[in-house]
């Protein structure tokens, strides 16, 4: 099975780093396209193959994925048109608010036919086979399905969902990972001012983190019933957290999530 990523800016190129180090597709099995010869030059030792022709990538692969900004889609999939076999190959679209409707659109063919198609969210941590992925199949059968998520569970988690909740998908995770970051970011700016070196502040609060998800996933606790362990009556832990709400953090946080709607 070969696998085509068209488009290797920070998503694709993250897709693409995610399925190096997997164990689905070989890197010869990987064919990676982009029009800057430069992007490229970032796979060319990896052992996959590399072009700046869009349609050399498309008729060569079983999967078909083109992660480009949203704005390009329209351009990039009308050009890969008629190079593409719907019979026998699946397109996978990675792009924020493009439709299902917009994209079968573009890819019907003068006899009606259309391409199996998923609609997919992932996250930068595709890279390191740690997403958040979203897909959303659209006249795929269950085998597709089914290949299609365990292809993205490899690298990462993966939710099969429902067209009308991807922007949420979005928000939660896509934007998400960024809001984990600016978290990561003042807590590691706080343990400089509490006396910590900033390389070793970012170190600890970085595994302080990873830590609070491994507990999470591996007790399924709710995360207020994790709280109730480390809050003692009167204790510190407790005092910080009060702190943190009188500025409004849980509210923050929720109206961040809203407002990317």
């Known amino acids: 099975m070969k696998i085509s990523v068209i488009g ?11 399925l190096l180090k997997g164990e689905t597709f070989s890197p010869a099995d990987i064919t990676v396209a982009d029009p800057s010869q430069e992007v490229l030059n970032r796979f060319s030792t990896t052992g996959a193959s590399i072009t700046t022709e869009n349609n050399v990538a498309a008729e060569g692969a079983d999967i078909v994925c083109v992660v480009v900004k949203p704005w390009l889609v329209e351009t990039v999939l009308k050009g890969i048109k008629e190079s593409l076999n719907y019979n026998k190959q699946l397109l996978i679209v990675v792009a924020a608010r493009v439709t299902a409707k917009s994209i079968q659109q573009w890819m019907a063919k003068d006899d009606g036919s259309l391409p199996p198609l998923f609609l997919c969210i992932p996250n930068i941590a595709i890279a390191q086979r740690a997403s958040m992925t979203f897909l959303v199949p659209v006249g795929t059968n269950e085998q597709q399905t089914r ?7 490899e690298l990462g988690n993966t939710i099969v969902t429902e067209e009308r909740l991807l922007a949420a998908g979005t928000t939660l995770a896509s934007c998400g990972i960024a809001y984990a970051m600016r978290y990561i970011r003042a807590a590691s700016e706080g343990g400089v001012e509490l006396g910590f070196k900033a390389k070793e502040a970012q170190q600890i609060v970085e595994q302080t983190v990873k830590g609070a998800v491994e507990l999470l996933q591996a007790s399924h606790m709710h995360p207020e019933a994790a709280i109730d362990l480390v809050a003692t009556p009167g204790g510190v832990t407790i005092k910080g957290l009060n702190e943190m709400e009188h500025a409004g953090f849980t509210s923050a946080v929720i109206r961040g999530l809203k407002a990317a709607l």
């Open 8 to 18: 290797a800016g920070a998503m694709g190129g993250a897709l693409v780093e995610g």
């Open 147 to 153: 290949m299609v998520k365990d292809i993205f569970d």
